[in-house]
């Protein structure tokens, strides 16, 4: 299993793409059907939600991995400025938009989940508010990392907000714990075992595992294209 | 002051995605006078601002020994609001030095602007602010300078009172860099051409 | 006298001898308070239950007003190279005026902030709640600020994108700010809310130094 030292070359990490991405995208394409399918169709209603209970099945896992993909770009940000790990500020570039993408699609699916379970589609609850916030500095690491024109010191600043703003995640996790939140308590990581029926909590994690495959191909695809825009730019400088 | 000597091996800068320089090889002691030359965009300031700590270094290694570093960069580093006088005092302080009226009182009188002392810097001309900003360097008791263009705006009165004062510093056994279009003209100085 | 003091000095010497600058500032709190009762409505009711939240927002965006000079005069002038390269620590630096802008900025809002808090029908012990959580709550606001002011340093749009970066960043600060207005309106207390906005400047101050130091040398490169 090659480590992350092994990938940092940028023409190892391609051709690791080149021989990964293919069966990547196929497993992917895969997992969603299934796990689609397993969700909408097999998975029964919920007792007291009934259909509307599917939309768990997309907005957990999206929520999940939009925390996850932060922590990530802290991740990232650290081996950028600490280490000066190569690939770190363009996997970073590659991450944010999608992260931020999984962020909307937590927001917009929870807001969609919300109308039929509590009657509204939006509280600022703490829950809620800190995952907001998360969108907010995915969009504030997107827009610094660009704003300048020597791109490497947009990377740069973009680690250090990547690495303050960390402080969001651990906040958004407990936020149902330590306040009166609107939004349900964790049902699945929590002490005492999960508190979900198997016959939803299957699928919930068939999905999970499938939104982490698709973050996964989504961030290697876009490092790959950062790789090429960089090498084009860096032709242009020199002709 | 205790003498400050440099030691550069292998250096490599980078700036604007391009290698200005590489294989930059050079070691200065108590009393040397170097001079960067090249054209524009030779990595003169790249050079310097590594050299001081402000840049980072792609490759090799800056090895300074005792060495209490002034820095006059392309901006002169003096706030506008604050008198000559002021933002020469203020600046030892940001050092960690004690202002000595009398040094500072010499260094105004070397660049001739004592009557200029009291005036805000933002009321100056840019000849007087750069000899405000070389005064602020002649003030302190550093015993290395990095100097980017120090000649840059100044009349020849003043490029005279430069060299009195940089041959003055050499003497006391201070080292000098300066990135520089104008010849420095001092006994005894090196040079180092960038760019080529 | 310590390089720490005589930077806080320098700082404030050179925003005294600029007036005008503090002033319009104010100026502007003052204005986009009052513009909330102007588009609202002199309801009285709604106007004290609201007093909180509209003097807490406007404190916040008062404060990002004047943060994009915190550290680009230094840049444009060149002195930020001579703080770059002061021998003690860069993050004493950071508070030093980091410090010099509270003084200047959030003191000043936090005693306006009840003169304002008055038209808005606000009694005395609301009153007294909006000064001591602006108190508390502004030295926050400006260590955020000059977080996002730093890495903005030379970018494009810097305005914008100083807003983007430090507002969100803000969000817990204003929602214990205002929050405790409302507690102390209702007569729930605010002891909770005023603790929290300590233990937020607390953790402010003993870890986004080394952030903006950070930023101020990615800057200087």
């Known amino acids: ?239 | ?196 | 006298m310590t390089a720490f003091a005589a930077l806080f000095q320098r700082d404030l010497r050179l925003v005294l001898r600029r007036p005008g600058d503090v002033a319009v500032v104010l100026a502007f709190f003052v204005v986009a308070t009052t513009l909330f009762p102007l588009g609202i409505g002199p309801e009285a009711n709604l106007l004290a239950r609201i007093a909180g939240g509209v003097l807490w927002s406007a404190a916040l965006f008062a404060a990002l007003l004047s943060l994009d000079r915190l550290f680009a005069a230094d840049h444009e002038d060149g002195a930020l190279d001579l703080l770059l390269l002061a021998p003690g620590a860069l993050e004493l630096a950071v508070l030093a005026k980091c410090a010099a802008h509270w003084i200047v900025t959030g003191l000043p809002l936090a005693v306006l902030a009840p003169l304002l808090g008055a038209a808005f029908g606000l009694d005395g012990r609301s009153l007294g709640a909006v000064a001591l959580t602006l108190l508390v709550g502004t030295p926050t606001l400006s260590l955020i600020g000059g977080l996002a002011a730093a890495l903005t340093l030379g970018a494009r749009k810097s305005g914008a994108l100083l807003a983007l970066l430090a507002l969100p960043l803000c969000v817990p600060t204003l929602i214990f700010g205002a929050g405790a207005i409302e507690a102390v309106a209702t007569g729930e207390g605010f002891t909770v809310h005023i603790a929290i906005l300590a233990a937020l400047a607390l953790m402010a101050v003993a870890t986004l130094p080394w952030a903006v130091a950070a930023a101020l040398r990615q800057a200087g490169e």
């Open chain 1, 1 to 239: 299993m090659p480590t992350l030292h092994f990938l940092a070359n940028p023409a190892r990490f391609r051709r690791f793409c080149a021989r990964v991405l293919p069966a990547l995208s196929a497993a992917t394409a895969l997992a969603v059907v299934v796990g689609l399918y397993w969700g909408l169709v097999v998975a029964p209603p919920d007792y007291q939600q009934g259909d509307t209970v599917r939309i768990m099945f997309i907005h957990v896992p999206a929520a999940t991995l939009a925390m996850g993909g932060y922590v990530l770009l802290a991740v990232l940000g650290a081996s950028l400025l600490v280490w000066r790990h190569p690939l770190a500020a363009l996997m970073a570039r590659a991450t944010a938009p999608v992260g931020a993408t999984f962020t909307a699609v937590g927001l917009i699916t929870g807001s969609l989940w919300g109308r039929p379970m509590w009657g509204t589609y939006w509280v600022w609850d703490a829950r809620l508010t800190s995952f907001l916030l998360l969108f907010f500095l995915y969009l504030g690491h997107i827009a610094l990392s660009r704003a300048y024109d020597d791109a490497d010191r947009g990377d740069r600043a973009a680690a250090i907000l990547a690495l303050v703003g960390a402080i969001n995640v651990p906040i958004i996790k407990f936020s149902v714990d330590w306040w009166n939140t609107l939004h349900q308590p964790a049902s699945i990581m929590r002490l005492g075992g999960p508190s979900i029926d198997p016959s939803l909590l299957y699928p919930l994690l068939w999905m999970m595992a499938t939104f982490a495959l698709l973050f996964v191909l989504l961030v290697l695809l876009r490092t790959d294209t950062e790789i090429d825009r960089r090498r084009l730019e860096a032709a242009e400088v020199a002709a």
């Open chain 2, 1 to 196: 002051m205790a003498t400050a000597s440099l030691e550069v091996t292998d250096l490599a800068c980078r700036r604007g995605g391009r290698r200005v320089f590489e294989r930059l090889s050079f070691a200065l002691g108590g009393g040397a006078l170097l001079a960067l030359t090249g054209p524009n965009g030779s990595g003169k300031t790249t050079l310097l601002r590594a050299l001081a700590g402000l840049g980072r270094a792609e490759a090799g290694t800056i090895a300074w020994r005792h060495a209490d570093i002034a820095w006059l960069g392309h901006l002169d580093g003096l706030k506008g609001d604050l008198t000559v006088f002021e933002n020469i005092d203020v600046a030892e302080r940001l050092r960690g030095a004690a202002p000595e009226r009398a040094r500072i009182d010499g260094a105004l009188a070397s660049f001739d602007l004592t009557a200029l002392a009291a005036r805000p810097v933002r009321t100056l001309s840019a000849g007087q602010r750069r000899r405000a900003a070389l005064a602020r360097v002649a003030a302190s008791r550093a015993n290395a300078w990095l100097l980017d263009e120090p000649f840059n705006a100044l009349d020849a009165a003043s490029q005279k009172s430069l060299r009195t004062v940089l041959a003055r510093h050499l003497g006391e056994g201070g080292l000098a860099i300066a990135a520089t279009h104008v010849p420095l003209d001092i006994a005894g100085g090196r040079t180092l051409e960038l760019g080529t």
